[in-house]
């Protein structure tokens, strides 16, 4: 469930940012397929990818998350 949640919202503020997977997979250096695994629920993020994912979306990686700071 846990992992499902932070998929959505990974998918959710990518498209609040106006990227699409493919660019956001360009400019975070992760596949585009692991990408789409990771917003799909299907994999689980590592520490290093939500790192990058948070700073090219600007946002904490708590927000990202779902945690209140």
Not at 22 to 51: D, F, K, W
Not at 52 to 60: C, E, G, N, Y
């Amino acid at each position: 469930m846990e992992n499902m949640q932070l998929a959505n919202r990974i998918r959710a503020f990518r498209k609040l940012k106006g990227l699409t997977q493919h660019e956001l997979a360009a400019e975070t250096g992760i596949s585009l397929a692991i990408l789409g695994t990771i917003e799909r629920g299907n994999r689980r993020v590592t520490q290093q990818e939500l790192s990058k994912i948070a700073d090219v979306l600007a946002i904490s990686v708590e927000e990202l998350q779902g945690q209140s700071r």
